[in-house]
């Protein structure tokens, strides 16, 4: 059971351009999401959160929005630089059987195209 | 600051076997989560530990089990390996509890269980 989902694969886009990342949600418990990077042979590394009682949270190139009511993440990232070509992870972290966990989705595979 | 470091980084075992994976957190740190990283489930949370104690969990079974020492190093054990055990752990490693967006990474073990 898929708590947390992303149903892209894979993404390409030109460098310059916008790239926007997906992620859904089932479980109404969770109240902080995360977004990671993962380059190959390395661990994820943290690019930005969002607690459940914001929309929105900018830091530099990169933005993530949050649609409470439609279970739905996403990630913008303008402009978009070869340098961002990595699989990146949206998390989500709640409480489940009086534990702290945080949720993985399976990952999205992007490539800037220079 | 050295970075999180895990060994080993490749693994070999056989189905029914045991394994024991190392990590060690960044200096300073006491919090260590392990995680589970395949290509069909993405990144699974295994547990976290905290003070030498596990303080949350995932649903994995109990053939999963872990451990952290007193300089907050920590080992995470496989028993009765199954073929489906091969994936990438990774461990991360934070100040303190259920502090997700401030954890750091390690590179991973690589595990094959043939």
């Known amino acids: 059971d898929q708590q947390v989902k992303q149903n892209s694969p894979s993404l390409s886009v030109q460098e310059g351009r916008i790239s926007i990342l997906n992620c859904d949600y089932t479980n109404s418990m969770f109240d902080y999401f995360l977004w990671y990077k993962k380059y190959p042979a390395e661990g994820p590394t943290f690019l930005i959160s969002i607690s459940s009682i914001k929309d929105k949270n900018e830091d530099g190139r990169f933005t993530v929005f949050l649609n409470k009511s439609a279970k739905h993440l996403s990630l913008h990232i303008v402009p978009s630089q070869p340098g961002d070509s990595a699989v990146y992870f949206c998390a989500a972290k709640g409480k489940s059987g009086g534990y702290q966990k945080v949720t993985f989705g399976i990952g999205t595979k992007l490539q800037v195209i220079p | 600051k050295a970075g999180v470091t895990q060994t080993p980084r490749y693994l070999i075992k056989t189905r029914g076997q045991q394994v024991t994976l190392s990590c060690s957190p960044i200096s300073g740190h006491r919090s260590v989560s392990w995680y589970q990283q395949t290509p069909g489930q993405g990144l699974q949370f295994l547990f976290e530990?905290?003070?030498?104690?596990?303080?949350n969990k995932g649903n994995f079974p109990g053939r999963f089990s872990g451990r952290q020492f007193s300089n907050s190093r920590s080992e995470m054990n496989v028993s009765t390996l199954e073929l489906g055990d091969s994936a990438l752990y990774l461990c991360a490693s934070s100040l303190g509890l259920d502090r997700v967006h401030e954890q750091y990474f390690g590179p991973g073990t690589r595990l094959t269980v043939t």
């Open positions: 530990y905290f003070s030498e104690t596990q303080r």
